[in-house]
């Protein structure tokens, strides 16, 4: 008899029989080809463990209307990036995914670079300045018909503290004559510059081959290659206690440090033995504020901040516990979750409270960062060391749930669960169904849900409470996109 059954293969689980017959299902409604290739890889696609994630980063930095987008837009081969003729259209870092000659990268437009901004400006060059730190190399722009400016120059500056391989592209060449006038910007000691015209394409080949020759195979920057030490950033508002529990980590004895490539400056990261395991804390010193402005200590807070958190898989926020959580810290803590990097909240001179402190502290807690309550919490003492080896269960469950992935089969079980008890309200006279669900890819996971109608926003948070209470995913940001489809017309 055991014979008779022998090729059926093992039998089908409840969980997979329901993926089968909801996968059966969506035949009936309109897909896009991207729905289908998300389908078809089983959620695996865009995951954030594959090597695609570790190709290398190249910033295009210069000043305003030097012809940064235009030339994206040629390396792309397609009209990607917004381009007028107008200064300052490019304002934030935006990321494509290019190739050139056989080799993936991925190139970061940014606004214009200038000395003296201030407002929105001081804004855009500072996302450049973040720019260069998170790239491994870059492609310098500057505007052969107007020759270098002074601006010019206070980038090379900039470039040549970032000690980052730079190719310098003289744009505009449109003739014998503007290749000539190129020529004279070998005095900005960057070596040849490549004469190109992004408009029409001329030179750009050469610059693109001259680029390949000093980009890394794999990124040196990137927060996403698998191996070694975990990378984690130490962040909080000013003087909250960071250095302090960095040299308390540290120990007596300076630890042990290498030089990353990533940082504008001449710092290090630092491996720190911690809880039996080694860390790479990643350098939060990030920007150095600029010399000549006196205000907006905040400001640059944030983007050092910014830095530290988008070289790192996951972030310890150090909050002063003797002092009221400030909107400050609520800013740090958004930070984390918007760049999707796992979270683990530390509560610092825990040891100075007494218990009316402890008391509202609690209800401050519930108040100000009740949307992150899944993030793990330590309460530590960053000057006497007491209870920072907590950190070490933290950073553990929050990377395990960053790297978390639920099968197909049983997402959709449990989607079908949870809706059969709690279905979306009827609006307009419609319900609308969730179809299938499979979960786009980790770090952090990302859910994808096939729908018939508009899910509203207080049902997705509904359904990412339940994702949390089934799967965890303690210390990790979640997100959670709908797909709306309709019916296929016979």
Known sequence: MSDSFSDEGPAETPDESVERALRVGLNDFELSDADRALLEADGALGDESTDGAARPVVAIIGRPNVGKSTLVNRVLGRREAVVEDVPGVTRDRVAYDAEWSGRDFTLVDTGGWE???????????EQAEV?????????????????????DEAVVKLLRRSKKPVVLVA??????????EAATLWSLGLGQPWPISALHGRGTGDALDALLDVLPEKSAVSAYGRGGPRRVALVGRPNVGKSSLLNKLAGEDRV??????????????????????????????????RVHLTRGADFYASLRTQAAIEKAEVAVVLIDAEDSIAEQDVRVVQQVVDAGRALVLAFNKWDLLDEERRHY?????????????????ANISAVTGRH??????????????????VPTGRLNSFLGEVVAGHPHPVRGGKQPRILFATQASTRPPRFVVFASGFIEAGYRRFLERRLREQFGFEGSPIELSVRVREKRRR
């Open 115 to 125: 000395v003296d901004a201030s407002g929105i400006h001081l804004r855009v060059a």
């Open 131 to 151: 720019a260069i730190e998170l790239a491994d190399a870059v492609l310098f722009v500057v505007d052969a018909k107007v020759g270098a400016t002074d601006t």
């Open 171 to 180: 744009n505009k060449v449109d003739d014998q004559k503007t290749e000539l």
């Open 256 to 289: 042990v440090v290498d030089n990353v490539a990533g940082t504008t400056r001449d710092p290090v990261d630092e491996l720190i033995e911690l809880g039996g395991k080694t860390w790479r804390f990643v350098d939060t010193a990030g920007i150095r504020r």
């Open 361 to 377: 502290l609690e209800r401050e807690i519930e108040r100000d960062l009740g949307q992150v309550a899944w993030a793990p919490r």
């Open 388 to 405: 920072v080896d907590r950190l070490v269960p933290g950073l553990e469950v929050a990377l395990d749930s960053w790297d978390q992935r």
